[in-house]
């Protein structure tokens, strides 16, 4: 089994920037890939964007390209979501999964999930 802790996240204003980190531990060697959902009052779980642990290849959804980053401290077992230009609807509870089968953009191919940390930009 893998675990995963978030940490980062916070209150910010619009324009503003955070980092999420996300510590993955167990059976690591059994990751393909990770990574990063949300879910903001009343939505449903969204993909925010993901990261290869075999070939290193980030992808993101379009709502936040350009104004968000992703990567990986192999060293830590660590992944990273840089975010910038954040705005009021980026306000969710972000969590990391990890997948042991693909990258993919669904939540149903993400095996373990770590509990999630709120995210909240005022305007």
């Known amino acids: 089994q893998v675990q995963l802790v978030e940490s980062g996240g916070g209150s910010v204003q619009a324009g503003g920037s955070l980092r999420l980190s996300c510590a993955v531990s167990?059976?690591?060697?059994?990751?393909?890939?990770t990574g990063w959902f949300r879910q903001g009052p009343g939505k449903e779980r969204e993909f925010v964007g993901g990261?290869?642990?075999?070939?290193?290849?980030?992808y993101s959804a379009d709502s936040v390209k350009g104004r968000f980053t992703i990567s990986r401290d192999n060293a830590k077992n660590t992944m990273y979501l840089q975010m910038n230009s954040l705005k009021p609807e980026d306000t969710a509870v972000y969590s990391c999964?990890?997948?042991?089968?693909?990258?993919?953009?669904?939540?149903?191919?993400?095996?373990?999930w770590g509990q999630g940390t709120q995210v909240t930009v005022s305007s």
């Open positions: 999964a990890a997948s042991k089968y693909r990258t993919s953009y669904s939540s149903r191919d993400y095996d373990d």
């Open positions: 167990g059976r690591t060697s059994s990751v393909e890939a």
């Open positions: 990261i290869s642990w075999v070939g290193g290849g980030t």
